[in-house]
């Protein structure tokens, strides 16, 4: 066993395999460490968690959303190590195969100094921005460059739409694509539907995704006064339930 991490992640993509007592615990990772069996195979096989129909996956979570025991273990060790805790449900076999250190809400100010060093420039910029508001809401209010009257460099994928254009991203044909290893950031009005799209895409693999916390909205009352603010039209509401 490698020794516990001193990095905190943000978020970890987890798998687990449970069972009823310390003894299977141990057994399942000799198995595992033999090599004689994957860690799917053998959560499909013993896990007594529905998330063994996955091969034990459990998707990305972010700290408190599991038992304390869970978390101890899926935040406290590299990816790739093979940990045991026990807890009410039972005993755990953790395996954490992915952790992204980015915090996905991105505060207002943070955006504008990104903005100012240039991080969302160029034709692989580290950070790529996204707009998921209709035409309507673009028409009203953009997010400009800090100190010019340019807007900023954001590609319009409206969510009305995101079933179409997100899967095209994760299998690869959405061009031009969204790069997996840079950041992505979405935003909308107040942020309920990029805290959703970002959730989505985090699962499908793109661990580094965030959303602008509040939106345009907060954006424009926190870092730049001059981008006026608005509210949605009733159809939009309906659409995003963000109120």
Request: glycine share 6%; hydrophobic share 35%.
């Amino acid at each position: 066993m490698t020794a516990p991490t001193t990095a905190r992640a943000e978020r970890v993509r987890v798998s687990h395999i449970l069972v009823d007592s310390e003894a299977l615990a141990k057994l399942a990772v000799a198995k595992l460490e033999e090599r004689s069996v994957s860690f799917e195979e053998l959560a499909e096989s013993v896990s007594t968690c529905d998330s063994k129909a996955r091969g034990g996956d459990l998707g990305w979570i972010t700290p408190g959303l599991m038992v304390p025991e869970f978390d101890a273990a899926a935040f406290f060790f590299p990816p790739g190590e093979v940990v045991t805790a026990h807890s009410d449900f039972g005993w755990h076999v953790i395996r954490v195969s992915e952790a992204a250190y980015d915090p996905p809400e991105m505060e207002p100010i943070e955006l504008r100094k990104r903005l100012e060093c240039g991080d969302a420039d160029g034709d692989a910029p580290l950070l790529q921005l996204i707009d998921l508001r209709d035409a309507e809401e673009r028409a009203q209010a953009k997010v400009l460059r800090p100190g010019q009257d340019e807007e900023a460099p954001f590609r319009h994928l409206p969510y009305n739409s995101w079933m179409t254009w997100a899967e095209a991203a994760v299998d690869g044909t959405l061009d031009p694509p969204i790069a997996r290893e840079s950041e992505v950031l979405f935003m909308d009005h107040r942020g309920g539907r990029g805290e959703r799209l970002m959730q989505y895409l985090a699962q499908q693999g793109y661990s580094r995704s965030r959303f602008l916390r509040g939106g345009i909205n907060s954006y424009a009352e926190e870092a730049d006064p001059r981008i006026p603010t608005y509210l949605e039209s009733d159809g939009d509401c309906l659409t995003c339930h963000e109120h």
